[in-house]
């Protein structure tokens, strides 16, 4: 396998001490530290700067370092779905869907409304819902 590049090991790490309490906890504190301080700094304009800049830029840069994380996440998950799906000899056609335009990913999408439709008609009418329909 080949090496991550040190983005991607900064990202990982980051988005995952991220999501942890502890990194909750650090925020939490620091908003205690900077309200508590408010006093000490007659809560001038240059205190709420701070706290502003500070979790602006904070904010600003956890959105690209997250992101980075969701897409190899998605792209991941996008590629175990179509290897499950040519595994299972399944639809050929549904592998790589993530790449088709909106109208015929929809198309897909209602195909597989109408099968759920007709499924849960015989299951009403005492029928089995165990069989695998061919998408009209």
């Known amino acids: 396998m080949a090496r991550n590049s040190w983005f991607t090991n900064f990202a990982k790490r980051t988005a995952h001490f991220a999501g942890r309490p502890a990194a909750f906890m650090l925020a939490a504190g620091f908003l205690v530290a900077w309200g508590t301080s408010g006093p000490l700094f007659g809560f001038s304009e240059h205190w709420q700067l701070i706290a502003n800049t500070v979790t602006g830029i904070a904010t600003f840069l956890m959105v690209f370092l997250i992101q980075n994380t969701q897409n190899r996440d998605t792209a991941a998950m996008q590629i175990k779905l179509d290897e499950l799906i040519r595994v299972t000899k399944g639809h050929n056609a549904l592998m ?22 007709r ?14 329909p061919e998408p009209s």
């Open 96 to 117: 790589d869907l993530e790449e088709l335009d909106e109208s015929e990913i929809e198309r897909f999408r209602k195909q597989y409304e109408d099968m759920a439709a």
């Open 119 to 132: 499924a849960r008609r015989r299951l009403s009418e005492g029928a089995t819902d165990t069989d695998s």
